[in-house]
């Protein structure tokens, strides 16, 4: 607890407490610049967000020509995609008004507003295509393969696998999703391992304890997968 305190008081200090333009100092993301507000995301500026996966997105993107970033919110992976990688498309995915706000001026700050590469939706991506959703399998004509794909949907992430059998059974896309329940989590790996995926768990960090996410619900963390018979290993 007094550590916490201690690193409150810190970033009080450091950064203030005004939002605005701001880089990010270290990590995967490091030299990327996001409007942010210090008060609530230092973890951002620091580059401890969503740490523990910095180390899998090389290799997720090493290789492929694609990326899908379903949903994108204000926009930190879409930026990785565009400014680290030299892949050729990425689609991003995200209804919430609020998020798209966001991840527009994010954009803009790192002069990808005009991009070519880049294609946003505000649509859902579901297991069913309708008028407000699209699926993976539905993509599959206006992407190239190999694809990387990241995925962040607050509970929505086997509905979309089982929206992705076809590009599953292609054998020539990689995965970084965020499962939001252990049993939404055995779910997804029970899917991927059947079509042939070896699946990574990413664990939180032990440091988590000092420097936590203030997460809202108890079971939250990350899964890749990778096509067997040779997946990749984070560096």
């Not at 949903?71 to 680290?84: H, M, N, P, R």
């Not at 309708?130 to 190239?144: A, F, I, Q, Y």
Request: proline residues 5%.
């Amino acid at each position: 607890m007094i550590i916490r305190s201690c690193f409150g008081w810190f970033k009080r200090r450091l950064f203030g407490s005004i939002e605005r333009p701001m880089k990010v100092w270290t990590g995967a993301f490091r030299g990327l610049h996001m409007t942010l507000d210090p008060k609530h995301q230092s973890q951002y500026i620091l580059g401890l967000h969503e740490r523990e996966v910095h180390r899998w997105l090389r290799p997720l993107c090493d290789g492929a020509a694609t990326a899908i970033d379903i949903g994108a919110a204000s926009g930190e992976y879409t930026l990785y995609f565009l400014k680290k990688t030299t892949l050729s498309k990425v689609f991003t995915f995200d209804p919430d008004d609020i998020s798209r706000e966001q991840f527009v001026n994010n954009m803009a700050l790192n002069g990808l507003s005009e991009s070519s590469r880049l294609q946003t939706s505000s649509k859902f991506v579901s297991s069913i295509a309708s008028e407000n959703t699209v699926t993976l399998d539905g993509l599959m004509v206006n992407m190239m393969l190999p694809c990387a794909i990241k995925m962040d949907v607050d509970g929505g992430e086997v509905d979309i696998l089982k929206g992705a059998t076809q590009l599953l059974a292609t054998g020539k896309t990689r995965w970084l999703i965020e499962t939001h329940s252990g049993e939404l989590e055995q779910e997804c790996e029970a899917i991927l391992t059947q079509a042939g995926y070896k699946v990574t768990i990413i664990k939180n960090a032990w440091w988590r304890f000092f420097v936590p996410e203030q997460r809202p619900i108890e079971h939250n963390r990350w899964l890749v997968a990778f096509p067997n018979p040779t997946p990749p290993t984070a560096s």
